[in-house]
């Protein structure tokens, strides 16, 4: 990926409608905390009562309201969107649905996924959310973790870029998993996109 030492990289974080946002949240803090040259261009949710929508307010990030599952454009308003504001990355935080090859191939840039566990194990169609932890504390694991991989168009399935574990040996139920983990999330997204966007 081409760069001039001006460049700012030009993001887009999607998200659905439930996600708290809390990993948006946690991009934009350590863009701004260590002066990166990463710009949050545009978040999406898929309905106007996201908790996301509220986020982006305070942050001052434009989100727009892409609903996949009710509008069969969904995919001409991303690209659309992507190509009006110049973006370099695409990263899905909470988004739960796939995006097609088609997309993808148009878009022409890549796009990244944070998943909360160690893929390839607990991945695929309904692993997301509780879900995950739940199938990790039932497992019996020891370990878990969080990985970010390039997204193709199937569930959790693309190149992993960065996997990070995590030591669940004292969590007593699937919520002190989930929190554990999401604390990792928290610290790995953003410089491991900042590090994928550096080294293209
Ligand atoms: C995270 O656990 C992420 O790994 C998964 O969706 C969740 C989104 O959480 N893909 P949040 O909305 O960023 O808090």
Request: aromatic residues 8%; proline residues 5%.
């Amino acid at each position: 990926m081409e760069r001039t030492s001006l460049k700012t990289w030009r993001i887009a974080v999607l998200t659905s409608g439930a996600g708290r946002g809390s990993n948006l949240q946690a991009l934009y803090d350590y863009f701004k905390k260590h002066s990166l040259p990463v710009e949050i261009a545009f978040a999406t949710a898929s309905n106007k009562n996201a908790p996301v929508v509220q986020l982006c307010d305070k942050l001052n990030i434009p989100c727009y309201i892409l609903a996949p599952r009710k509008d069969k454009d969904f995919e001409n308003r991303l690209l659309e969107l992507c190509q009006q504001e110049k973006i370099d990355l695409i990263a899905l935080a909470g988004f739960m649905n796939l995006l097609s090859s088609s997309f993808l191939e148009k878009v022409g840039i890549p796009v990244l996924n944070i998943h909360p566990a160690l893929l390839p194990k607990y991945g695929g169609k309904m692993m997301y959310g509780m879900n995950v932890h739940k199938a990790v504390f039932e497992s019996g694991d020891k370990v878990s973790g969080v990985t970010v991989h390039l997204v193709d168009n199937q569930y959790d399935n693309g190149p992993i870029i960065a996997q990070i574990k995590v030591d669940i040996s004292d969590c007593k139920s699937p919520e002190e998993i989930a929190a554990k983990v999401l604390e990792m999330e928290h610290q790995i997204y953003a410089p491991a996109i900042y590090k994928f966007l550096n080294e293209r």
